[in-house]
């Protein structure tokens, strides 16, 4: 019973995430796209931590690659993904909730470029709105 219930914790968080990233498509592509320009870093991706409040943060290669060490390898796939990650057609995040990580992977209708350009909005504010929205999320 109490594997069940964990369970449906773990599909509950991940779904409401699905349907956040649905709804928010082109503001988490323009936020995507904006913070690789602003940090100039390739070896840094976008990262969701859900706890304790919904959060955006930055997740670089290296952690990752010791996150994978110290999970005997679980990240491997998403390493590979991120390896091939074209920032300027496909938007990559990772999400952080309840002990596990999920991959967000898309190919958004308008580019990254094209979605921050019709965004117009500073990178402070588009951050602000969107953990205002996943705070009103109820992911776990």
């Given at each position: 019973m109490f594997s069940n219930q964990k369970n449906q914790v773990q599909e509950k968080w991940q779904w409401e995430?699905?349907?956040?990233v649905n709804q928010y498509k082109t503001k988490l592509s323009a936020l995507a796209w904006g913070l690789q320009q602003e940090w100039q870093d390739g070896d840094s991706i976008l990262g969701i931590d859900l706890k304790p409040q919904p959060h955006f943060v930055s997740c670089d290669r290296k952690?990752?690659?010791t996150?994978?060490?110290?999970?005997?390898?679980?990240l491997q796939e998403i390493l590979g993904l991120i390896d091939g990650y074209e920032t300027e057609k496909e938007v990559?995040?990772?999400?952080?909730g309840e002990g596990q990580v999920k991959?967000?992977?898309f190919q958004?209708?308008?580019t990254p470029p094209d979605s921050f350009?019709?965004?117009n909005q500073?990178?402070?504010?588009?951050?602000?709105?969107l953990e205002t929205a996943l705070g009103e999320k109820n992911f776990f």
């Open positions: 995430l699905d349907n956040f952690s990752l690659e996150l994978n060490n110290n999970t005997k390898g679980r990559l995040i990772i999400a952080i991959l967000i992977h958004p209708d308008i350009a019709a965004e500073d990178i402070d504010r588009l951050i602000k709105e």
